[in-house]
């Protein structure tokens, strides 16, 4: 009823001859679809209220009117580009005579800029760019084809995060953001036999991936913020280097894969003393240096109270994912809830009275990366209480007190 009503006050509006005007009538007939209406007028406005110098003046010859340009520079846009209800619409008054053309650096409300080629009335190319790191819906008259999956289907081992039996034992959310094409996560050679002193400023695919990390837990009240984890291979894990040393204290464990990055900038990260490292790399990997990783691990071993994990494979070449994101031993270590030096109690809530609660609890030893599974254990609590001491455990740690409790999450 509102359209119907508006459509039937513009058309009531007919010929206008102010420059003001006619841009009122363009930018209606634009926000209600109908681009050849809105083209009718912007040939109106056009032929009688422009100036040689493209001025707008009233009645063709009176005084200079800005709010004519500024509005029908408005229309325009929204002919071809409306950014409304979180969702932007590409193309959604294009008039016949515009069937072919491009737009470059066209903003959207939320920090989108957007450049799009488009034949036929069919865009044929699309570069989406948000700003702020946000994501949002696209609408479009013609058939998409972003293959914003590219990322997943390409290399898929990390998916393993997703099988069910995985979710149901580790929950958890899964951003796979994707790197446009000629871009990188982290602006540094790959090939070169090292990384020292290639640490520059961030790449705007990273910096808009970190803001989309920050965005989303309001929208899903289940991620907890405390528990951010980060992987890639290949150009992905030189931006999970690159991530934990933008922001050193926003993850809790990395694990790069056939990576690297700079050694020297990542020894001076003292705020990366509570981050756990597993890396993986394949010795015979021609595309990255197998030294890329090593350095780093090198590099985060000297510093006072980080123990990074690194398994080299001998070989395999590039494909180092395959047997990383397989390891079994990856997803427990990956999940394990926190890490207590000395202490044999761990974490367990209730909401009231006393009961038991259930951990998966296993030791392994910083220095030769044994772990030794202790299995489900039972502990008791009372309401109020964050931590719950074990009742029995099902069998003996050597020295206990040189090796790191991990427990996971209650079941």
Same mark, same amino acid.
């Given at each position: 009823?509102?359209?119907?009503t508006?459509?039937?006050?513009?058309?009531?509006?007919?010929?206008?001859?102010?420059? /003001?005007?006619?841009a /009122?009538?363009?930018n209606?007939?634009?926000?209600l679809?109908?681009?050849?209406?809105?083209?009718?007028?912007?040939?109106?406005?056009?032929?009688?209220?422009?100036?040689?110098?493209?001025?707008?003046?009233?009645?063709?010859g009176g005084?200079?009117?800005?709010?004519g340009?500024?509005?029908? *520079?408005?229309?325009?846009?929204?002919?071809?580009?409306?950014?409304?209800n979180?969702?932007?619409?590409?193309?959604?008054?294009?008039p !016949?005579? =515009?069937?072919?053309?491009?737009?470059?650096?066209?903003?959207?409300r939320?920090?989108f800029?957007?450049?799009?080629t /488009?034949?036929?009335?069919?865009?044929? *190319?699309?570069?989406?760019?948000?700003?702020?790191?946000?994501?949002?819906?696209?609408?479009?008259?013609?058939?998409? *084809?972003?293959?914003?999956?590219k990322?997943?289907?390409?290399?898929?081992?990390?998916?393993v995060?997703?099988?069910p039996?995985?979710?149901?034992? =580790?929950?958890?959310?899964?951003?796979?953001?994707q790197?446009?094409?000629?871009?990188?996560w982290?602006?540094?050679?790959?090939?070169?036999?090292?990384g020292?002193?290639?640490?520059?400023?961030?790449?705007?695919?990273?910096?808009?991936?970190?803001?989309?990390?920050?965005?989303?837990?309001?929208?899903?009240?289940?991620?907890?913020?405390?528990?951010?984890?980060?992987?890639?291979?290949?150009? @992905?894990?030189?931006?999970? =280097?690159?991530?934990?040393?933008?922001?050193?204290?926003?993850?809790?464990?990395?694990?790069?894969?056939?990576?690297?990055?700079?050694?020297?900038?990542?020894?001076?990260? *003292?705020?990366?003393?509570?981050?756990?490292?597993r890396?993986?790399?394949?010795?015979?990997?021609?595309?990255?240096?197998v030294?890329?990783?090593?350095?780093?691990?090198?590099?985060?071993?000297a510093?006072? @109270?980080i123990?990074?994990?690194?398994?080299?494979?001998?070989?395999?070449?590039?494909?180092?994912?395959?047997?990383?994101y397989?390891?079994?031993?990856?997803?427990? /270590?990956?999940?394990?809830?926190?890490?207590?030096?000395?202490?044999?109690?761990?974490?367990?809530?209730?909401?009231? @009275?006393?009961?038991?609660?259930?951990?998966?609890?296993?030791?392994?030893?910083?220095?030769?990366?044994?772990?030794?599974?202790?299995?489900?254990?039972?502990?008791?609590? !009372?309401?109020?209480? !964050?931590?719950?001491?074990?009742?029995?455990?099902?069998k003996n740690?050597?020295?206990?007190?040189?090796w790191?409790?991990?427990?996971?999450?209650?079941?």
């Amino acid at each position: 009823m509102v359209l119907m009503t508006g459509m039937a006050c513009c058309s009531l509006l007919g010929i206008t001859y102010c420059g /003001w005007s006619c841009a /009122w009538t363009i930018n209606l007939f634009a926000r209600l679809l109908d681009g050849e209406k809105a083209h009718e007028h912007i040939l109106q406005f056009m032929n009688r209220q422009i100036a040689p110098n493209l001025f707008d003046m009233v009645f063709g010859g009176g005084p200079f009117q800005i709010d004519g340009n500024f509005g029908y *520079t408005a229309g325009v846009c929204e002919m071809l580009l409306q950014s409304h209800n979180n969702e932007i619409a590409l193309l959604p008054a294009l008039p !016949k005579a =515009w069937s072919n053309g491009s737009i470059k650096g066209l903003l959207a409300r939320g920090g989108f800029e957007v450049d799009m080629t /488009w034949e036929e009335g069919m865009v044929v *190319t699309l570069t989406h760019k948000s700003t702020l790191g946000k994501p949002r819906r696209i609408r479009s008259a013609s058939p998409l *084809t972003l293959d914003n999956l590219k990322q997943m289907t390409d290399v898929p081992r990390f998916l393993v995060l997703a099988e069910p039996a995985n979710q149901q034992q =580790w929950p958890c959310f899964i951003l796979a953001p994707q790197c446009p094409e000629n871009q990188q996560w982290a602006a540094m050679p790959w090939s070169e036999p090292t990384g020292v002193g290639k640490f520059t400023s961030i790449t705007w695919p990273l910096e808009a991936s970190l803001a989309l990390v920050d965005s989303l837990p309001p929208e899903y009240r289940g991620i907890d913020v405390s528990r951010l984890y980060v992987t890639g291979i290949s150009m @992905g894990g030189y931006g999970t =280097w690159d991530a934990v040393c933008r922001v050193p204290k926003k993850f809790k464990a990395a694990v790069p894969i056939c990576g690297g990055g700079d050694p020297v900038k990542i020894a001076q990260m *003292t705020d990366l003393r509570n981050l756990r490292v597993r890396a993986y790399h394949s010795a015979d990997d021609r595309a990255v240096p197998v030294g890329r990783t090593r350095e780093m691990i090198d590099a985060l071993k000297a510093l006072q @109270g980080i123990q990074p994990r690194y398994t080299e494979f001998p070989d395999g070449g590039r494909d180092a994912y395959t047997r990383a994101y397989a390891d079994p031993a990856l997803l427990p /270590w990956l999940f394990a809830g926190d890490v207590l030096v000395g202490e044999t109690c761990y974490e367990g809530h209730l909401q009231q @009275g006393f009961g038991t609660v259930q951990r998966h609890v296993y030791y392994f030893d910083p220095a030769t990366g044994r772990e030794f599974d202790q299995g489900t254990v039972k502990a008791t609590a !009372k309401a109020g209480d !964050k931590d719950a001491k074990p009742v029995s455990f099902k069998k003996n740690v050597p020295s206990p007190q040189d090796w790191v409790l991990v427990f996971e999450r209650v079941k």
